[in-house]
């Protein structure tokens, strides 16, 4: 009874607000469309999306503004959310925002790295990540090396993980981006003996432990999958890969798969963990997109098993996020001409 009290209100809204996510009927319809601006009219009368796009200049409804209006959709969601939410369930949802975070500082090393002509384009953030979020996105705006965008990181706690790599050598974009995965999996991970511990109840501490450790294995066998298939990196190299983090798979078990001779021998250790019912590398799917399947099921049945806990505020961010991942590439698609049938199959509709 009590978690129903605790969630009664978050989850009427967040019910509210999954009835406006777009049907795969819609997709199917916006699949077949033939401009960027038909798709934005579309929204604008057919969807939640209309009050974000409405008053945009049908000469601004191009792709890049579109999904900035999108992204602050997200935005907004996560705004309702936490002001329905107790103080609690607003903790949880301050460490929910790390991945946001981290996507962030993504953004702006690839903008430095890249040396991209544009100016960090971050104004339409600013608002969100100035009321919730440790990163000051002025500071960000105005670096122009890695060395200025790390040190205007100071104070946050991104700061000395990404310092550590400034050692004298040549520093890529895959090095700091895998030290910030890495960084966030193993901060996220454990939360579950931190604040989690004290904020939520044992059995939601349980779903977390599940989904985190889950995802955190599900990425770990997908980078094994891809260091063995396409770059055949040694085993020390794939070690420096992984989250080191193990969540039912044995330490021996992971070694059998790092240190398999060939991908036949990779899959032969993969089946032996508890995830291969769920993940078939010889179907024709991209890895990413197995990734996201699983994660779909994973997230839509805690929901179902445990609607009044925090599985439901995790399960409507993910379907949220899910959404505008289908919805930018359907965009895409529909601005290169590519068919109803192939648009449909790359964002792979499916009902919750």
């Known amino acids: 009874m009590g978690n129903i009290l605790a969630y009664s209100g978050i989850v009427t809204k967040i019910r509210a607000m999954e009835a406006k996510l777009l049907s795969p009927k819609q997709f199917e319809e916006i699949s077949a469309m033939k401009s960027v601006p038909e798709v934005a009219a579309y929204l604008m009368e057919k969807s939640s999306y209309g009050e974000i796009l409405d008053g945009m200049p049908p000469e601004m ?4 503004n579109i999904e900035k209006l999108l992204l602050l959709s997200l935005y907004k969601d996560y705004t309702k959310i936490y002001r329905f939410g107790s103080q609690d369930q607003r903790r949880f949802l301050r460490l929910y925002l790390k991945r946001y975070e981290v996507e962030l500082i993504n953004y702006c090393l690839r903008i430095v790295i890249n040396h991209y002509s544009e100016p960090f384009d971050l104004q339409y953030k600013k608002m ?5 979020s440790q990163i000051n996105i002025d500071s960000l705006i105005h670096a122009r090396t890695t060395d200025e965008l790390v040190e205007n990181l100071k104070g946050t706690e991104y700061y000395e993980p990404l ?3 400034q050692n004298g050598r040549a520093v890529t974009l895959f090095d700091y981006d895998l030290a910030l995965n890495l960084y966030y999996f193993t901060a996220i991970w454990k939360e579950r003996k931190g604040i989690l511990k004290r904020i939520l109840s044992e059995k939601e501490l349980e779903i977390y432990i599940k989904d985190c450790g889950a995802k955190i294995n599900m990425l770990n066998i997908q980078w094994i999958y891809r260091a063995k298939k396409y770059f055949s990196l040694s085993s020390a190299d794939i070690y420096a890969l992984l989250i080191p983090v193990h969540y039912k798979i044995s330490t021996d078990l992971v070694k059998e798969m790092v240190e398999a001779p060939s991908v036949e021998e990779f899959y032969r250790a993969f089946e032996k963990t508890s995830y291969a019912r769920h993940y078939d590398f010889e179907k024709d799917l991209t890895i990413e997109r197995m ?3 699983y994660l779909h099921y994973l997230y ?6 445990n609607p009044y806990s925090i599985a439901s505020v995790n399960t409507y961010l993910f379907l949220k996020e899910e959404e505008l991942q289908k919805l930018t590439t359907a965009i895409e698609c529909v601005r290169y001409g590519v068919s109803p049938e192939e648009t449909l199959e790359y964002i792979g509709g499916r009902k919750t």
């Not at 409804?61 to 890049?64: D, Y």
């Not at 969100?128 to 919730?132: A, E, G, R």
């Open 61 to 64: 409804l191009h792709r890049g």
């Open 128 to 132: 969100f990540f100035d009321k919730y």
């Open 163 to 165: 310092k550590r790599l």
């Open 291 to 293: 990734y996201a399947d």
């Open 300 to 305: 839509v049945t805690d929901r179902r098993r």
